[in-house]
């Protein structure tokens, strides 16, 4: 069996490990450089539109109450 470190076999795995990391560093740099971030507007939610329809809603509610679902007779 012949020595790793002699034949130069470690060398040529840490090169390949290095060229392998410099390309995946090359690529996320070309995809950060190339990709253009859109700016989208800005929503503000506002409060006193959104309280007017929500206390006309509360008051229907309170004049008719609905039953969605019936009792058994018995219980299980």
Do not use: C, D
């Given at each position: 069996m012949q020595n790793?470190?002699?034949t130069g076999q470690?060398?040529?795995y840490l090169l390949f490990y290095v060229g392998i990391v410099v390309?995946?560093?090359l690529f996320f740099?070309?995809?950060t450089l190339f990709?253009?971030?859109?700016q989208k507007e800005k929503?503000?939610?506002s409060i006193e539109k959104a309280?007017?329809?929500l206390n006309e809603s509360v008051e229907d509610e309170?004049?008719?109450?609905?039953?969605?679902f019936e009792l058994l007779e018995k219980g299980y």
């Open positions: 790793p470190f002699e470690i060398k040529s390309i995946m560093i740099i070309a995809s990709h253009e971030v859109e929503k503000i939610f309280i007017e329809p309170k004049e008719e109450p609905k039953q969605k």
